[in-house]
């Protein structure tokens, strides 16, 4: 089965703030975001992909020998239908490598677990956009960000809503960025809006750096 979904095109967001919601928050060079603008498109592809499994997923299993690298396939994933793409296969263990696109995950799938994607489930891009912050670097050198620094990041950002402007395209699906985070507010106060560099360099995580990126892992 030739894949044809992709990656949503990061060249076409540049230079506009986009409204976004942070799914998952590695560190400061590597989170994944969706864009609250497709969150009903998704929603509803993943509604009618989870009632087309219940109904006729026992005809959809693949056999190990079916499953090759890029295939589509349907997946659960917390006990929810996902979309997914095979990146690497295991036969002697009886498993794939599947990134699942719409939530910015690689995991290892059973092969029992994994069934054909019918091709109306192929045409909406991967919703999930890898990002990094552009023009940071840790406050000292190293190739790793410090663990420390990656809890605050999800404490910060993740599961958050805000606004994103996509500076640095870097490929499909993936960018550099600048991030203003909508914090939670309550009955009186309006959301706390920051913004997320600016944030993590008050509090000695980061500094600005003139180069648009650096080599610390994590990074997009």
């Not at 677990?113 to 891009?125: F, G, M, S």
């Amino acid at each position: 089965m030739e894949a044809s979904t992709r990656f949503i095109d990061t060249e076409e967001l540049n230079y506009e703030w986009h409204d976004v919601e942070i799914i998952r928050v590695s560190s400061p060079l590597l989170f994944w975001v969706r864009l609250r603008n497709g969150e009903e498109n998704l929603r509803d592809l993943l509604t009618d992909l989870a009632t087309s499994m219940d109904q006729k997923g026992r005809h959809l299993s693949l056999t190990p020998r079916q499953i090759t690298e890029e295939l589509l396939v349907a997946t659960r994933y917390k006990n929810e239908w996902q979309r997914g793409e095979v990146v690497e296969v295991d036969l002697a263990c009886g498993r794939a490598l599947v990134t699942l696109g719409d939530l910015g995950l690689t995991r290892w799938i059973p092969s029992e677990d994994l069934y054909i994607l019918e091709e109306q489930y192929q045409q909406l891009p991967w919703q999930a956009i890898a990002c990094g912050l552009a023009h940071i670097a840790p406050p000292a050198p190293t190739n790793k960000w410090p663990q420390k620094t990656r809890a605050l990041c999800r404490l910060l950002a993740e599961k958050e809503k805000g606004e994103m402007l996509f500076t640095y395209p870097l490929r499909p699906g993936a960018a550099l960025v600048e991030l203003d985070i909508h914090g939670p507010g309550d009955e009186e106060m309006a959301p706390k809006i920051f913004n997320l560099k600016e944030e993590l360099i008050h509090l000695g995580h980061i500094r600005a750096d003139q180069k648009i990126t650096v080599d610390t892992f994590p990074a997009v």
